[in-house]
């Protein structure tokens, strides 16, 4: 198995890939966390999308039919669609605008999941929830991310020094996050094994029979 940290959005992402598959894998996992788009979706929730999309709804992809019914068997909520946007949407009230069209909302999924298509290789997107629809985020997430997708702490203390009105918000979302990261690494463990311990052609076909 092997773990590639992209950064956040889609230029940190697209970045990463060459080395994400300089190695062809049997599978690639899409993980992360996300912001929910709608009130069922509370922090720590793990959700394995059917597909994902940018926000026109001109670009749509599908995660693998096989790993998405892995997903689900390991305890995921599998969501019709995960929107994939250019910018971090920050207010409750874009996040209930957005509800209309998707489950939760990302800045990479759609960008890994587009170059494992390139290359053939199966894949499913699985993100946590780290901060709930009705939730505002306490800092302007955009102005905080350095060239690579990492978050400068530089800039996150210079956001809170000017307003630091702010700070009681930031932790609620730290611990939300840390609940969700949570939650995922659980998951995450437990679907890898059901990978590991039986392939998925073989699950493919256990799943027939079963039906049959």
């Given at each position: 198995m092997?773990?590639?940290?992209?950064?956040?959005?889609?230029f940190a992402?697209?970045r990463?890939?060459?080395?994400?598959?300089?190695e062809?894998p049997?599978a690639?996992?899409?993980?992360g966390l996300?912001?929910a788009?709608k009130?069922d979706?509370?922090?720590?929730?793990?959700?394995?999308?059917?597909t994902?999309?940018?926000?026109?709804g001109t670009?749509?992809?599908r995660?693998?039919?096989e790993?998405?019914?892995?997903?689900?068997?390991?305890g995921?909520k599998v969501?019709?669609?995960?929107?994939?946007?250019?910018?971090?949407?920050?207010?409750?009230?874009?996040?209930?605008?957005l509800g209309?069209?998707?489950?939760?909302?990302?800045?990479?999924s759609?960008w890994v999941?587009a170059a494992?298509?390139?290359r053939?290789?199966?894949a499913?997107v699985i993100r946590?929830i780290?901060?709930?629809?009705?939730a505002?985020l306490p800092?302007d997430?955009?102005r905080i991310f350095?060239k690579?997708?990492?978050?400068?702490?530089?800039k996150?203390?210079?956001?809170?020094?000017?307003?630091p009105?702010?700070i009681g918000?930031l932790?609620?979302?730290a611990n939300d996050s840390?609940r969700?990261a949570g939650?995922?690494?659980?998951?995450?463990?437990?679907?890898i094994e059901s990978?590991s311990?039986?392939?998925?052609?073989?699950?493919a076909?256990?799943?027939?029979?079963?039906?049959?």
């Amino acid at each position: 198995m092997r773990v590639i940290l992209t950064g956040a959005g889609r230029f940190a992402s697209q970045r990463a890939m060459d080395q994400a598959f300089s190695e062809m894998p049997d599978a690639c996992i899409v993980s992360g966390l996300a912001g929910a788009l709608k009130a069922d979706y509370l922090p720590g929730r793990v959700l394995a999308a059917k597909t994902v999309a940018n926000l026109p709804g001109t670009r749509i992809l599908r995660s693998d039919s096989e790993l998405l019914s892995r997903a689900a068997t390991s305890g995921a909520k599998v969501a019709d669609r995960i929107l994939v946007s250019d910018r971090v949407i920050a207010t409750a009230a874009e996040k209930k605008q957005l509800g209309t069209s998707g489950d939760a909302v990302d800045l990479e999924s759609l960008w890994v999941l587009a170059a494992a298509a390139q290359r053939s290789v199966r894949a499913v997107v699985i993100r946590a929830i780290s901060d709930s629809a009705d939730a505002g985020l306490p800092l302007d997430f955009d102005r905080i991310f350095d060239k690579r997708g990492k978050v400068s702490l530089v800039k996150v203390i210079g956001q809170l020094a000017r307003k630091p009105q702010r700070i009681g918000g930031l932790l609620r979302l730290a611990n939300d996050s840390e609940r969700a990261a949570g939650a995922l690494a659980t998951f995450l463990d437990a679907y890898i094994e059901s990978l590991s311990s039986q392939p998925l052609d073989e699950f493919a076909k256990a799943e027939s029979l079963a039906v049959n």
